[in-house]
């Protein structure tokens, strides 16, 4: 009987023991899941603005391309985006940026981001336009 009772107890402690490892191992995975998509800040507050190289770009939003789909910019630029949707609404996402901006149909968005790294940063339409929206998207390539 008192053995009964001890084997009980052992039990229960190591179900409470189980789900407190489980409950780290889900908070772990979310943290990691949230720092893997984690972004640059689009425009880094300490950035000196009057010495930092711009360019800017014009790009249009249409069904279902942006045109131009590959942006060729040096790293250490600060690029000022006018995208114009042309045709429907669209969205304008550059997630390693935290951007992510809905375009109506007739309208600009400015959008500014330094550029600060060499690499490929993608950017996606992120609101469904129709049929054609999950292969609009292009590439900021930094050399
Ligand atoms: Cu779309």
Redesign the pocket.
């Known amino acids: 009987m008192v053995n009964k009772l001890h084997n009980n107890s052992i039990t229960a402690r190591s179900v409470i023991q189980l789900l407190r490892s489980c409950t780290l191992l889900i908070i772990l995975v979310l943290y990691s899941g949230c720092s893997s998509s984690s972004h640059i800040a689009a425009v880094p507050p300490g950035l000196d603005l009057s010495t930092t190289p711009r360019q800017t770009v014009a790009l249009s ?1 249409e069904r ?1 391309r942006f045109v131009p789909d590959v942006i060729h910019v040096r790293a250490g630029t600060l690029l000022h985006l006018e995208v114009t949707s042309h045709e ?1 609404t ?2 304008f996402e550059v997630s390693r940026f935290g951007i992510d901006q809905t375009v109506e149909e007739g309208t600009t968005r400015e959008i500014e981001l330094y550029v600060g790294e060499k690499g490929e940063y993608p950017f ?7 049929l ?3 292969g ?1 998207k292009g590439t900021i390539i930094a050399e």
Do not use: N
């Open positions: 939003a279902f429907g669209h969205g996606r339409c992120s609101h469904f336009c129709g054609g929206h999950f609009m």
